[in-house]
């Protein structure tokens, strides 16, 4: 191996180690494209919170119509015991975050 084959080897290695805290390149190429599944199922957790959102903004609306209130208390202890039950304490921390965001004024 030359010198400029060892210092291009030498900065990848280094790159990659940089990017994902990786030894090899084998274990560099498997964080790259876990994190490229990751960043994508981020994305359809988005857009699924945003649909959310959209679908509790046609309850609240409903609800507030008919003279009742924009919030369902009892609704939303459900929720929040479905997400603690399938995900433990942090669950129940993500339906907080969920409701608050599905909360918004109508």
Do not use: W, Y
Request: proline share 1%; glycine share 10%.
């Amino acid at each position: 191996m030359n010198t400029t084959t060892t210092a291009q080897a030498t900065t990848a290695e280094a790159t990659a180690a940089e990017r994902t805290g990786a030894r090899t390149d084998e274990a560099a190429a498997l964080i790259g494209g876990a994190r490229e599944r990751i960043d994508s199922l981020d994305d359809r957790i988005i857009g699924l919170v945003q649909e959310r959102m959209a679908v509790s903004a046609v309850i609240q609306e409903a609800r507030i119509t008919s003279g009742g209130r924009r919030v369902n208390l009892s609704r939303e202890t459900a929720v929040l015991g479905h997400f603690r039950d399938a995900l433990g304490k942090p669950g129940t921390a993500l339906a907080m975050t969920l409701l608050e965001l599905c909360r918004g004024r109508v």
